[in-house]
């Protein structure tokens, strides 16, 4: 059964600004994002961008918003063929366990200016 569906769409350039402000990308992004990103070299910031329109989308598709959620809690990650995947941790993954939720699905796209994600969260 679907719980909650959401989406985000997000400005790169947003993203890119924040990397010129010390700590702001560590407080929002789980280290693991960032190595990630850092892999990436140019487009590191497009995975950025795409990882926090994923965060957005997830909190919508709860229906509470991100309230008392640390960003850093939602991992998103790649499995070995590329395919998103979100990684709950701490309040994130207690609030995601107590709306009854099983499986969260996402998908990502990113172009040079917008970077849109979808989340659906099943129980």
Request: neutral net charge.
């Amino acid at each position: 059964m679907i719980l909650g569906i959401g989406i985000d769409v997000i400005q790169v350039e947003r993203i890119r600004r924040w990397g010129s402000i010390p700590g702001l990308y560590e407080r929002y992004f789980h280290p693991q994002e960032l190595e990630t990103a850092r892999r990436n070299g140019q487009n590191a910031v497009l995975s950025l961008a795409a990882r926090f329109a994923a965060k957005e989308a997830f909190g919508k598709a709860l229906g509470t918003g991100l309230y008392g959620i640390q960003l850093r809690d939602i991992n998103v990650v790649n499995d070995p063929h590329g395919k998103p995947e979100l990684l709950l941790e701490g309040k994130a993954l207690e609030i995601f366990r107590k709306l009854g939720g099983k499986k969260v699905h996402v998908s990502l796209t990113h172009e040079e200016d917008y970077a849109i994600a979808m989340v659906v969260l099943e129980g």
